[in-house]
């Protein structure tokens, strides 16, 4: 039996100048139109006014005519330029009280920080009578809900960490309670060490093999390309294990280049790995210019596998300090597989540990000769059983190879200690 | 005299499923109004429709009651599902036809590539009659400019860095050519080394005393303050003249935290102090791993002045690798004045620079003690003549706290060099 769902269209508006003139990005939009997406909610327009009377009402007077749930950021601040409260009310027609429950919250809010409540700050709980308040326990503006049974409107703040706490504790729960969801399962599997075209040549058959009800989207970015199934029925349980079936099928066809099945990054896995077997980490990077390094240690707790790098960027430097032999640096040049393997292995012994890597390259633009274009990037891995070169030809683009090249790293540790 | 000008308003309007489905940021809308705030004209409202064409001729409509401007992006690539191109003919009524130039011009674009010209791609050449064709030489959609007198109407392609060619090469210059712009002078001053608030105290009796043509805008970012200053009047010259008088007043005001009057960041403007000097650089970083060096070498030509780095992650690495005395490990740890002074002095004589900078501290989330906090950092810098050390109380988030610390110590070794 197919139960034919009523898809639920929703209206993302953002309210405030600060967007129009350009002077900050929107990141509270496209975290929306994902997490929406995630539950089934499709987004079908997004608007951006500032801070206005007239435009704000137009846009919530378009919105409400197209969509069934209208979700608003911004504006929402004590100041006078903030509007959207004041138009909310005018909209639904609505008078103003002081909201007893906000009240205490904000004014709770302020006595853990050890701070007075301003009158300023005690009008935040002046809400709209009609509206439903959304307690936003990380911050002191409410948001607020208003529901005439045809469209809902969700007012919140534009801080994007107050707004994204309202939404996953809040707003979606009240969304799924209020409405008739389609019930929608995401994987998510992340692949590296290949293009999206050769990886869609790849997997064709089993991507047209897919039931109707699954579908698959290609989501690259820095060498790495993100595989997300979306799959959508009426019985959760049964959605996950058909997911899970699928994916099974796909680990089998490409399994060299499959490195997480949790949505995690890749410096993240390789951190996993190294911890689970015991084994340390040291780099010498040349052309990546302590990009590689950077990587490695924005995960928490690194320290238990990465001892430290070398940054020999000068050709004297690789000598002096690093260690690289001048013949093998004078016969074959800095960026060279000769030298190369010498940078992974001398890195490796000089920092006593059990991994040691190499990156030495042309990022450009100047650099470059005949031979070796900008973008020649040679890598290395070495343990104590063997060392691995590789040679990559990345881009044109300086701060693009410097990224393609240590992420090529990254998944060089990654196939070496899984093989 | 005061010449009244009516003031030009935009709408900005992006057409892509993938947007609303938020799996690609929309970056080409913000800087479509940073840019087109520089030349005075306001956007006043933003859209984003999917791939369907009823969204976007509805779009159009309502575009062309409250804009004087509409500039479009996507929807222009050579497959079905763009549809901008036959929206735009069904709403201007237009027929199409092969648009001669045009298609020298994509022919041209496929023959410079060593590649034969599809039919798909000869249909990129297939326009409206009623739209003037406006060249896209980084690319094969070309864009279209209709005009009916009352509305412009432009479209664009999605693809960022084509985009950006266009409006600056053509699309700039027409709208100038046909609408009557306001003449807009601005100035970007940028800083270092202290926190909006304080910024804002310090320059506030210089800020009240601007005369009503010019206003000031605070962009803080990273440890950094974007100082905006926006004239506008009749005269450009004078107008430039004006604006670089208040910036002279201002220089006098906080001489020691304005880096740059260009808009560069602080690790181009550090580089160019290095090059000027004939100095050269050696960096140990042991909190900041990696990040610090990563900074100094995205900027092309910094080999130059950067001779290398050492990341002394692990303690034990600090002693063997980068030659810190045991004793003064032992005795006030790593996260102290005393290591951080060896620190920087030690990889300043190993790698044999002229300067030396350092970093050690807790970026948490691990780590921390009663006396050292999660974000407490040192840093130092180290030449000929003296070693300068300072202690930062940073923030709880290991990535922001990476990221301040290599600002602050940019920010240092500028201050030691202009001193």
Redesign the interface.
């Known amino acids: 039996m197919t139960i034919l769902m009523k898809i639920v269209k929703a209206e993302i508006l953002?309210i405030g100048d600060e967007?129009?003139?350009?002077?900050i990005?929107?990141?509270n939009s496209?975290?929306?139109?994902?997490?929406?997406?995630e539950e089934g909610i499709?987004?079908?327009?997004?608007?951006?006014?500032?801070d206005r009377e007239a435009?704000i009402l137009q846009a919530f007077h378009?919105a409400q005519k197209r969509a069934d749930v209208v979700l608003i950021t911004g504006g929402l601040g004590p100041t006078s330029d903030d509007l959207t409260k004041p138009c909310l009310a005018k909209f639904f027609d609505s008078p103003m009280a002081i909201h007893e429950e906000a009240l205490q919250e904000v004014t709770e809010f302020f006595k853990s920080r050890g701070r007075e409540l301003t009158e300023l700050n005690r009008q935040q709980a002046n809400l709209p009578v009609k509206c439903r308040k959304v307690t936003n326990r990380t911050g002191t503006a409410p948001g607020m809900w208003f529901d005439d049974g045809q469209v809902i409107f969700v007012s919140m703040p534009g801080v994007p960490h107050e707004m994204k706490v309202i939404m996953n504790e809040q707003v979606i729960p009240m969304l799924k309670n209020r409405l008739e969801l389609p019930v929608i399962h995401h994987s998510i599997i992340r692949t590296a060490g290949i293009g999206e075209s050769f990886l869609a040549d790849k997997i064709k058959d089993w991507e047209n093999a897919l039931p109707s009800n699954m579908s698959l989207?290609y989501?690259p970015n820095l060498g790495q390309v993100k595989l997300r199934i979306t799959a959508n029925g009426s019985d959760r349980e049964a959605l996950k294990t058909e997911a899970e079936e699928w994916i099974k099928k796909l680990s089998l066809i490409i399994p060299e280049y499959i490195y997480s099945y949790e949505n995690e990054s890749l410096e993240i896995v390789v951190g996993r790995i190294l911890r689970e077997k015991k084994l340390t980490l040291s780099?010498a990077?040349s052309c990546t210019?302590?990009?590689?390094?950077?990587l490695?240690?924005?995960v928490?707790?690194?320290?238990d596998y990465?001892?430290?790098?070398?940054?020999?960027?000068?050709y004297?430097?690789k000598k002096?300090?690093l260690g690289v032999r001048p013949e093998t640096l004078e016969k074959y040049g800095a960026v060279s597989e000769q030298t190369i393997v010498e940078m992974a292995a001398t890195v490796r012994a000089?920092?006593?540990t059990d991994i040691g890597v190499a990156t030495s390259g042309i990022?450009?633009?100047?650099?470059a000769t005949a031979e070796k274009p900008v973008g020649t990037v040679w890598i290395a891995y070495s343990d104590k059983r063997k060392t691995v070169a590789k040679k990559l030809q990345l881009s044109t683009e300086?701060?693009l190879n410097?990224q393609l090249a240590s992420v090529a790293v990254l998944n060089l540790i990654r196939r070496e200690l899984i093989d």
């Open positions: 953002t967007i129009l003139y350009g002077q990005v929107d990141t496209r975290w929306l139109c994902e997490r929406l997406a499709r987004v079908i327009w997004k608007t951006t006014v500032g435009d378009y989207a989501l780099v990077e210019g302590g990009y590689l390094s950077h490695i240690t924005t928490p707790g690194s320290s990465f001892l430290g790098s070398m940054i020999p960027y000068a004297e430097i002096s300090q000089r920092f006593n990022a450009g633009p100047g650099g300086r701060l410097i």
